[in-house]
């Protein structure tokens, strides 16, 4: 099976633009997770759709958004971009006990 | 806060064998033992997962105490390629929650 895959893999924006990410999870996953990794705060969740629900939110301001699709593919959405917003974007797809992740999108806000 | 408490870093001989150790405490009884790991910048990669009985496949063994308040990830022989951030993660993962709440990791940094 094809692993988890996000586009795109990198990306540059400027300061109070936005942005949107891309996951598709593993074929029959229909859990999709979304993680931050900062080297000051390391790898922290930031929510969990499963179904097209928000099922799980960690603790990140309203910029933070995202969907998940009826075929379980999701995007994640940060508005109104800050310096401190450039970091590895990963995502990952569960079926049962076990997330797999993705490669990740590295964000760099300038 | 990670549930977990693993040391910094360890340093490991290619060809030998690397014990990773982690103390969970705190853990639940319905908490499963994860560990993954990441190389430099790339996505975390699943090595293996138990509850309470040892665990082993193709890559790695777990070892849990019987308490469940501590646990060792086994790398049979390192090679250079192991060299990684090693994450060992408390969760009852599935079901209703996949939330994974990753600590600082140990970097094992396997030496020729």
């Known amino acids: 099976k094809a692993g988890v895959t996000q586009t795109p893999r990198y990306l540059i924006k400027t300061r109070g633009q936005q942005v949107t990410l891309s996951c598709s999870p593993i074929s029959g996953h229909r859990s999709v997770s979304w993680y931050q990794q900062t080297p000051g705060q390391g790898l922290q969740f930031l929510f969990e759709y499963f179904s097209e629900t928000q099922r799980n939110k960690g603790n990140f301001p309203g910029r933070f958004s995202g969907r998940q699709f009826s075929n379980s593919r999701s995007e994640m959405n940060v508005s109104t971009l800050e310096l401190g917003d450039s970091a590895l974007y990963l995502c990952a797809s569960s079926l049962e006990e076990v997330q797999y992740f993705g490669p990740g999108t590295r964000l760099t806000v300038t | ?112």
């Open chain 2, 1 to 112: 806060d990670a549930k977990t408490t693993q040391p910094p870093s360890m340093d490991c001989a290619e060809g030998r064998a690397a014990n990773l150790p982690c103390n969970h405490s705190t853990i639940s009884g319905n908490e499963y033992v994860y560990w993954y790991r990441q190389i430099h910048s790339q996505g975390p990669q699943y090595i293996i997962h138990g509850l309470k009985n040892n665990e082993t496949n193709e890559m790695a063994s777990l070892i849990i105490t019987e308490d469940r308040k501590s646990s060792t990830l086994i790398l049979p022989h390192a090679t250079l390629r192991d060299t990684a951030v090693y994450y060992c993660i408390v969760s009852h993962n599935g079901g209703a929650t996949n939330k994974l709440i990753f600590g600082t990791g140990t970097l094992l940094a396997v030496q020729p």
